[in-house]
């Protein structure tokens, strides 16, 4: 072991955030993890004998639905992955367990180095500092466009507020932030690569190639190849500035899942920005939004206790389990907010304006506790990701570092009305509204007043609510 046997949560001498320190006489392992992707990728510029390996964490598998998602199309992509490294003559090998019992073992197999993508959110901070208590962690600036110290005020401190931000971004962008990792000499050191070898209290066994092996059932998701996404997206930017918000278009560039994962380098999609601009087309809009991704988790590396408090204010919500079982059942009876509800159970997706609509009527109208919410999203968003989960859901609540003021409350049916305007969205997911017209679908008083078949009445009155909800945070200022 390389310091004392119960590991403190401080980086060790062994956490290193630069790639350049191991000689490269050691065999290394290429931990992949949030960039399962074999273009562009910081894990395949290292050169020497290495070996590539995924790790099914038990810690998280343990939380999650054996139907979760997400997991079949990480056991889908790892498949891929394994099968594109071989093309390369390399290959992945797979493990399922605790990842700092598995690096506990590597160590003893003989192994020194591991390199992997940082990751900040808390959970992978602390495993990755006890991972580097039994083997030399080499941290690789990956997954953001900027690593996560890069932004920052004159005296170093981190920004509070997005704008000046992503004006001192934009001062920072150089072309190094496109340049893409390029391939190194890499030898694979001689091992097994066979099934899935699962390590749990000291033993090894190892499993088939199956997604039973995990304890999962496959629940895979129709997507569009990560090698295509860009080639569809170029014909929907052009559209982006004006659109994004409209929810009966598909302007926005279902980049999420793939940022999330890593299946597209965000370095190829700034590049792709920069042959988009060369073409005229006015890319600023798309770009805000990925610097506010790295705008989250910049906020999140520098405060991780905002995953469960508030940065500001002191108000809570009120707890009220009818309401919020009322809602995660798309029983809210507010036509946008329940069609929200329906497409993210349904799909794991939700569309970036009703993930705000469906916020706000969330801490606001049900003065709910943000933290259930941003659980509740979590458990079925395809893209979760922690930074931009929570801090959305502080921004929503008016409790985070850069809030919405608490006072600004959406109106959900003015929000429908504006951005879905036919209801064709509502009606997709909410087939009882189908014979009911528009401008009614988005009326409280029609709804309030009249019973349709098979819909709830709305729960609450939105504006009874947002002023109970105003009066109550004022008390609490
Ligand atoms: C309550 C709430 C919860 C959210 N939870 C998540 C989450 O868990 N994971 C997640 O990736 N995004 C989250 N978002 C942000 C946003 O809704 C999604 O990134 C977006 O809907 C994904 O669709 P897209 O890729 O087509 O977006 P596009 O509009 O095409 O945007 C391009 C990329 O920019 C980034 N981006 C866009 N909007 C935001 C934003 N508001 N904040 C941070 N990054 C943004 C995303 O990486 C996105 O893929 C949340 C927003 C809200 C209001």
């Known amino acids: 072991m390389r310091t004392a046997s119960n590991p403190q949560l401080v980086p060790s001498s062994?956490?290193?955030?630069?790639?350049?320190?191991?000689?490269?006489?050691?065999?290394?392992?290429?931990?992949?993890?949030?960039?399962?992707r074999i273009e562009d990728n910081p894990l395949l510029s290292i050169g020497g004998e290495v070996m590539p390996i995924f790790i099914f964490d038990t810690e998280i598998l343990k939380t999650l639905h054996p139907q979760d998602?997400?997991?079949?199309?990480?056991?889908?992509?790892?498949?891929?992955l394994k099968d594109a490294l071989r093309q390369k003559g390399l290959d992945l090998k797979l493990y399922l367990g605790n990842p700092i019992e598995i690096a506990a073992l590597l160590e003893q197999e003989g192994f020194d180095d591991v390199y992997a993508s940082g990751d900040y959110d808390a959970y992978a901070k602390e495993r990755d500092i006890k991972v580097s208590h039994s083997l030399d962690f080499h941290a690789?600036?990956?997954?953001?466009?900027?690593?996560?110290?890069?932004?920052?005020?004159?005296?170093?401190?981190?920004?509070?507020?997005?704008?000046p931000f992503y004006n001192k971004a934009k001062t920072l962008f150089t072309p190094k932030h496109l340049q893409a990792y390029p391939f190194a000499q890499q030898s694979l050191y001689e091992t097994s690569y066979e099934g899935i070898t699962?390590?749990?209290a000291g033993q090894k066994t190892v499993l088939p190639l199956d997604i039973s092996s995990i304890g999962f059932e496959p629940n895979f998701i129709v997507t569009i190849a990560p090698e295509r996404k860009l080639e569809h997206f170029e014909t929907a930017i052009t559209d982006y500035a004006k659109a994004r918000d409209y929810l009966g278009t598909d302007a926005t560039?279902?980049?999420?899942?793939?940022?999330?994962?890593?299946?597209?380098?965000?370095?190829?999609?700034?590049?792709f920005l920069v042959e988009q601009k060369k073409k005229g087309v006015e890319t600023e809009p798309f770009f805000r939004q990925l610097v506010f991704r790295d705008f989250y988790a910049s906020l999140l590396f520098s405060y991780p206790d905002l995953a469960t408090h508030n940065h500001k204010y002191r108000f809570n919500g009120i707890e009220d389990v009818s309401k919020f079982k009322a809602f995660c059942e798309a029983k809210a009876g507010v036509p946008v907010v329940d069609a929200g509800i329906t497409e993210l159970i349904n799909t794991g997706n939700m569309h970036n304006r009703v993930r705000m609509i469906c916020a706000s009527f969330f801490t606001k109208d049900l003065l709910l506790p943000w933290q259930w919410g941003e659980r509740f999203f979590a458990q079925h968003l395809l893209d979760y990701d922690a930074a931009s989960n929570i801090l959305s859901w502080q921004w929503s609540a008016g409790t985070g570092i850069d809030p919405q003021p608490y006072f600004r409350i959406f109106n959900p049916y003015l929000q429908s009305k504006k951005f879905d305007k036919e209801a064709q969205y509502i009606k997709k997911w909410i087939p009882q509204l189908q014979a009911i017209e528009a401008k009614h679908i988005h009326d409280e008083t029609y709804l309030l007043s009249h019973t349709i078949e098979g819909y709830p009445k709305p729960i609450v009155n939105h504006k009874e609510a947002s002023n109970y909800a105003l009066a109550y945070y004022k008390k609490q200022l």
């Open 14 to 36: 062994n956490y290193n955030t630069s790639s350049d320190t191991a000689p490269m006489t050691q065999k290394k392992i290429l931990w992949f993890r949030r960039d399962l």
């Open 69 to 80: 998602r997400r997991v079949s199309f990480i056991y889908a992509r790892v498949l891929w």
């Open 140 to 163: 690789l600036h990956d997954t953001y466009i900027f690593k996560p110290e890069e932004v920052r005020k004159d005296d170093g401190s981190p920004y509070l507020v997005f704008t």
């Open 198 to 200: 699962h390590i749990a």
């Open 253 to 271: 560039s279902h980049l999420s899942l793939d940022l999330r994962f890593g299946t597209i380098s965000v370095r190829a999609i700034l590049r």
